[in-house]
């Protein structure tokens, strides 16, 4: 299962942003420094998508989480 | 964490104070000071949890909104806590408040709380049906986890981005814990007090509030 580190988006994006996550049944959890997304396989295509709308910089892929 | 409920034994109005009327609210858990904003109609109804402070401290935010209000016809009960900064007695004054109105006639009744009454609104918020829709303004998240459980009630979340006390961070992680209908609005430059856009707010509110408590979802 792939784990994303995300930056947060802009302010006014970031109800959407998970908004967006939900919608797609993506699970994620909001840390105090970033957005941590966890993917399922088949989930992929669709988060390159939110990836691509929400102009996303993506910190760190499969991070060691405490 | 379990909350202790509260049972209502009478009340009182003890003249008119700055925006309402004097009410104490009696409870087997001891007395709480109110002010009670109303204009005879009794439906629709707000409490303002914690929102009187001090002598006659009453948030801007919470006076400018329920005079607002009041001429929409939603009556305002604006709460003095009894033990400010302890969650559960907070919780159970705010649900006295919600006893009275229910008493008084009001069968739809939308919370509001600010920072630490943030908490308090969300930890309230599932205990009774009339409690239609519930706001926290730059929320704090300790005792937030219950935002999962306000569904189908609208919750809306409003935060600064300046915010000295409590990061923007906690309202968002609030919204990520709560299930539609949500909303979350982030004022880029707002401090804790969200004074530098008190006009954005109050309006937000004016129009916010009337229409979470016309939500049509139903709570069982």
């Known amino acids: 299962m792939p784990t994303y580190l995300v930056s947060p988006?802009?302010?006014?994006?970031?109800?959407?942003?998970?908004?967006?996550?939900?919608?797609?049944?993506?699970?994620?959890?909001?840390?105090?420094?970033?957005?941590?997304?966890?993917?399922?396989?088949?989930?992929?295509?669709?988060?390159?998508?939110?990836?691509?709308?929400?102009?996303?910089?993506?910190?760190?892929?499969?991070?060691?989480?405490? | 964490m379990t909350i202790q409920r509260i049972s209502l034994t009478g009340h009182s109005f003890n003249g008119l104070g700055p925006i309402g009327e004097y009410l104490t609210i009696n409870t087997d858990q001891g007395s709480i000071d109110c002010l009670y904003i109303a204009n005879g109609r009794k439906n629709d109804a707000v409490i303002?949890?914690?929102?009187?402070?001090?002598?006659?401290?009453?948030?801007?935010?919470?006076?400018?909104?329920?005079?607002?209000?009041?001429?929409?016809?939603?009556?305002?009960?604006?709460?003095?806590?009894?033990?400010?900064?302890?969650?559960?007695?907070?919780?159970?004054?705010?649900?006295?408040?919600?006893?009275?109105?229910?008493?008084?006639?009001?069968?739809?009744?939308?919370?509001?709380?600010h920072s630490f009454s943030g908490a308090v609104v969300i930890t309230t918020g599932p205990l009774r049906k009339s409690i239609a829709s519930v706001v926290a303004l730059a929320s704090q998240t300790y005792g937030a986890r219950s935002a999962r459980e306000?569904?189908?009630?609208?919750?809306?979340?409003?935060h600064g981005t300046n915010d000295e006390r409590?990061?923007?961070?906690?309202?968002?992680q609030i919204y990520s814990w709560a299930k539609q209908p949500k909303e979350l609005l982030i004022l880029e430059g707002s401090s804790h007090s969200l004074k530098e856009h008190l006009e954005i707010v109050v309006a937000k509110l004016e129009n916010w509030i009337p229409q979470s408590l016309n939500n049509k979802s139903t709570i069982s």
């Open chain 1, 9 to 66: 988006p802009r302010y006014d994006k970031r109800m959407h942003f998970m908004n967006a996550l939900e919608n797609s049944s993506i699970d994620y959890e909001r840390t105090k420094e970033e957005y941590v997304v966890y993917l399922r396989d088949s989930q992929v295509n669709e988060f390159n998508i939110i990836h691509r709308n929400f102009n996303l910089h993506v910190i760190e892929d499969d991070p060691i989480l405490s």
């Open chain 2, 48 to 113: 303002w949890a914690g929102s009187w402070s001090g002598e006659n401290r009453i948030s801007p935010i919470a006076r400018n909104t329920a005079l607002l209000l009041l001429a929409k016809g939603i009556n305002s009960l604006i709460i003095k806590y009894r033990k400010s900064r302890e969650l559960p007695s907070s919780s159970m004054d705010t649900e006295a408040g919600v006893l009275f109105l229910e008493n008084q006639g009001h069968s739809r009744i939308s919370l509001v709380g």
């Open chain 2, 150 to 158: 306000l569904s189908p009630r609208p919750l809306l979340l409003i």
């Open chain 2, 166 to 172: 409590l990061d923007v961070y906690c309202s968002e």
